[in-house]
């Protein structure tokens, strides 16, 4: 025997194989009150003669119960059903705050240094007229105070 089982199984639990392997994996408990016992528990006579699933839970006895049986508690189930997933939210775009179009692939961006994004013509033509941001009023005086963005 290896290392850890005894004849009643691991851990004081006794396990039953089935003398062809079966396919399917459902289990039923029938709680009870944990019970002591020593030995080895026998299966009924007639177990060799129909499939059979078998229960067990810490404080449940192995029980076996028929196929049949086992199906049509599952039938009994409640029925949940999940909600389909929220559409995914539409990319985000960029949007001049001077002209108001999207920003297109082709669309040469710029940024100030506030942060703010504009086409780079509507930015050059708004800093020709007065040198603060169209957006926050900061004043953008140098060559230095926005920068090309390359998306």
Same mark, same amino acid.
């Given at each position: 025997?290896?290392?850890?089982?005894?004849?009643?199984?691991?851990?004081?639990?006794?396990?039953?194989?089935?003398?062809?392997?079966?396919?399917?994996?459902?289990?039923?408990?029938?709680? /009870?009150?944990? &019970?002591?016992?020593?030995?080895?528990?026998?299966?009924?006579?007639?177990?060799?003669?129909?499939? !059979?699933?078998?229960?067990?839970?810490?404080? +449940?006895?192995? &029980?076996?119960?028929?196929?049949?049986?086992?199906? +049509? @508690?599952?039938?009994?189930?409640?029925?949940?059903?999940?909600?389909?997933?929220?559409?995914?939210?539409?990319?985000? @775009?960029?949007?001049?705050?001077?002209?108001?179009?999207?920003?297109?692939?082709?669309?040469?961006? +710029? @940024? !100030?240094?506030?942060?703010?994004?504009?086409?780079?013509?509507?930015?050059? &033509?708004?800093?020709? /007229?007065?040198?603060?941001?169209?957006?926050?009023?900061?004043?953008?005086?140098?060559?230095? @105070?926005?920068?090309?963005?390359?998306?």
């Amino acid at each position: 025997m290896p290392p850890g089982r005894n004849s009643e199984g691991i851990s004081g639990y006794t396990f039953h194989q089935h003398p062809q392997p079966s396919r399917i994996f459902e289990y039923t408990t029938i709680p /009870h009150q944990p &019970q002591v016992r020593f030995g080895a528990q026998y299966m009924p006579s007639n177990y060799m003669d129909q499939p !059979t699933l078998f229960t067990h839970t810490s404080t +449940s006895r192995v &029980q076996p119960i028929s196929i049949n049986r086992a199906l +049509s @508690s599952r039938d009994r189930l409640p029925t949940v059903t999940i909600p389909p997933p929220e559409p995914a939210p539409p990319p985000a @775009s960029l949007k001049c705050a001077v002209c108001l179009t999207l920003a297109g692939p082709t669309t040469q961006l +710029s @940024s !100030t240094i506030c942060g703010h994004i504009f086409c780079e013509e509507c930015l050059l &033509q708004s800093l020709g /007229h007065d040198k603060r941001c169209p957006t926050c009023r900061k004043s953008i005086g140098r060559k230095s @105070s926005y920068h090309r963005i390359y998306l």
